[in-house]
């Protein structure tokens, strides 16, 4: 589920706009030369569609430029002698496309973005931790550092060695509560959907222990990473990157849920109708301004389109719709390209769906945010 904040200003700004997206792996030794090639079609494709030379030369002055390792892709958006947007892809590009249109072509990039799932992130011992907190907004760092003396328990015997130990695990909790503190407060901020822990198991343990709801029921723990040198970084990355990827799949197969449920109830005539199927009314739901959750079949090959007017909620299946909009000269435009701009526009979230993954009429459903009257 991607939420589409970061892409409203796109969608805001007037028309027309020059869209990219190009394979920007530089895996082999003559990759930037086979970048640049690649990105010269794209260009030449543009230039025949009218795109303007002041907005491809900034384009390509982005292209290549964001020194991401391994395979993966650059959408590049301009208009009016502007880069508007630059974004690496998680992956090679579906399809190298080049679009010059009224409404930029982002469902590509829609499909193929990460959503971004809040969560924290604790590297722990006994005497603090490292903690990131990864939000909406970027991320930010912490460093805790609690007391360090006893921090070992003693191998004595005796009276003395058992006052030294619970002095010692006091210590722990101590040090630990001091952690708890930074996690649930980067958890209350950032509406975190995981808390992931990795480092020393005992300190993991009564870490648990001290951290208070929601934040403990939030827990995952990993088996690589700490605080100290030498761990592996590039392992530890993976891990915490599956786990995200785990918690962003549940949360789509949440939104879904809820979709299947509500669909359900409104086609059986059981209360109000919080979510609509099929392309003519997911379009008005649009519209309206309605839609807490857009879910769309993902085909690239799709070329259907839609009428469209200044505004995000302007869009219509024929000319007529949108003169009942008080829109005089509305153009046409993908189909895709208008319910991206309208989700933006709306503050709605985007579930992308394979082909074949929900049965779904037209490819087209949403979750609606307030009850249609029906």
């Not at 009564?206 to 690589?224: F, G």
């Not at 109830?265 to 301004?289: C, N, Q, Y």
């Not at 469209?308 to 949108?322: A, C, F, N, Q, T």
């Not at 005089?328 to 394979?354: K, N």
Request: no cysteine; glycine share 10%; net charge negative.
């Amino acid at each position: 589920m991607i939420r589409l904040d970061t892409l409203s200003g796109l969608t805001a700004a007037p028309g027309p706009f020059a869209v990219a997206y190009l394979d920007a792996t530089q895996a082999k030794e003559l990759g930037p030369q086979e970048v640049e090639k690649r990105w010269r079609a794209l260009r030449g494709s543009l230039a025949e569609q009218g795109a303007d030379e002041a907005t491809l030369d900034e384009m390509q002055a982005a292209v290549g430029r964001d020194d991401v390792p391994g395979e993966h892709g650059q959408a590049l958006v301009g208009a009016h002698g502007r880069l508007l947007g630059d974004y690496a892809l998680p992956g090679r590009p579906r399809r190298e496309t080049a679009r010059w249109s009224p409404l930029p072509h982002l469902m590509p990039l829609v499909a193929q973005l990460r959503p971004v799932v809040p969560y924290v992130l604790a590297l722990v011992d006994r005497v603090g931790a490292d903690i990131t907190v990864h939000g909406p907004g970027g991320e930010s760092e912490a460093t805790v550092d609690g007391g360090t003396y006893p921090i070992h328990r003693t191998g004595l015997g005796g009276w003395s060695a058992l006052r030294y130990l619970h002095r010692t695990e006091d210590l722990w909790e101590r040090n630990a509560r001091q952690v708890a503190d930074v996690i649930e407060s980067g958890v209350r901020r950032t509406a975190a959907r995981v808390v992931i822990l990795a480092g020393d198991v005992r300190a993991r343990e009564t870490l648990r222990k001290v951290l208070d709801e929601p934040a403990r029921d939030l827990v995952v723990e990993l088996q690589t990473g700490g605080r100290a040198e030498g761990i592996d970084e590039e392992k530890l990355r993976e891990e915490v990157d599956a786990v995200v990827a785990r918690a962003a799949a549940e949360a789509d197969q949440a939104a879904v849920g809820q979709f299947q449920e509500a669909y359900g109830r409104a086609s059986a005539g059981i209360g109000p109708i919080f979510a609509v199927a099929g392309l003519a009314d997911t379009v008005e739901a649009l519209r309206k301004a309605q839609v807490e959750t857009l879910l769309v079949v993902d085909d690239p090959s799709s070329d259907a389109e839609a009428w469209v007017g200044p505004e995000p909620v302007h869009l219509g299946l024929d000319r007529p719709d949108l003169g009942a909009l008080g829109v005089d000269d509305p153009v046409r435009d993908r189909l895709d390209a208008a319910l991206v701009r309208a989700a933006a526009g709306t503050d709605a979230a985007v579930i992308t769906l394979a082909p074949g993954q929900l049965d779904l009429r037209d490819g087209l459903g949403a979750v609606l945010r307030y009850p249609d009257p029906g």
